[in-house]
T-cell receptor
Framework: DTEVTQTPKHLVMGMTNKKSLKCEQH?????MYWYKQKAKKPPELMFV???????INESVPSRFSPECPNSSLLNLHLHALQPEDSALYLC?????????????FGEGSWLTVV | GENVEQHPSTLSVQEGDSAVIKCTYS??????FPWYKQELGKRPQLIID???NVGEKKDQRIAVTLNKTAKHFSLHITETQPEDSAVYFC????????????WGAGTKLIIKP
């Protein structure tokens, strides 16, 4: 099983709403990631968790709040987003953080902020 | 820091012909070079990767070559098929950190029937 599962697949939210994106993997991977991808651009790293602890926050605004409840789950809480935050949000995982560990992506959550 | 340049940005080839996409990197400590394929509306998926201790790796119609001296690596697709149409991204890590993966800008590959 090389699946990273994300829900919801599509989300439309207003600028005052609070919503969450969810991600799950059962590959025993210890590293999990959130990426943001705009159209025609490569994925842009947002957060990295290693062994359920936040390792990297790539200067992401506080309106995005990650959470790792356990080694298989990763959430991204959204609050007071802006229209420019509309994008594809990709969850990913890898066995470890070292170079050479394949990063597996989920199908993504398409977010539209209105 | 690491910088990855990818060319061309768009590549159109006749079905059955070969396609080559090139990337250059700047960090000589980089030792792992993955290639991802992203079909329209889908997730990026690893199609092949190469480590710095080898010069070439093949998997059926796909191959990757690495020139460490010149700091460039290339993706080769032979006998292209319609399902090869996608955006291809190369990447290189900053040092030995997987999370610090620097991505190329992407190449849109169009296979003409």
């Amino acid at each position: 099983d090389t699946e990273v599962t994300q829900t919801p697949k599509h989300l439309v939210m207003g600028m005052t709403n609070k919503k969450s994106l969810k991600c799950e993997q059962h590959m025993g991977h210890r590293a999990m990631y959130w990426y943001k991808q705009k159209a025609k651009k490569p994925p842009e790293l947002m957060f990295v968790y290693s062994y359920e602890k936040l390792s990297i926050n790539e200067s992401v605004p506080s309106r995005f709040s990650p959470e790792c409840p356990n080694s298989s789950l990763l959430n991204l809480h959204l609050h007071a987003l802006q229209p420019e935050d509309s994008a594809l949000y990709l969850c990913a995982s890898s066995y470890g953080l070292g170079s050479g560990n394949t990063i597996y992506f989920g199908e993504g959550s398409w977010l539209t902020v209105v | 820091g690491e910088n990855v340049e990818q060319h061309p940005s768009t590549l159109s080839v006749q079905e059955g012909d070969s396609a080559v996409i090139k990337c250059t990197y700047s960090d000589s400590a980089s030792n792992y070079f993955p290639w991802y394929k992203q079909e329209l509306g889908k997730r990026p998926q690893l199609i092949i990767d190469i480590r710095s201790n080898v010069g070439e790796k093949k998997d059926q119609r796909i191959a990757v070559t690495l020139n460490k001296t010149a700091k460039h690596f290339s993706l080769h697709i032979t006998e292209t098929q319609p399902e090869d149409s996608a955006v291809y991204f190369c990447a290189a890590p900053l040092g030995d950190s997987n999370y610090q993966l620097i991505w190329g800008a992407g190449t849109k590959l169009i296979i003409k029937p």
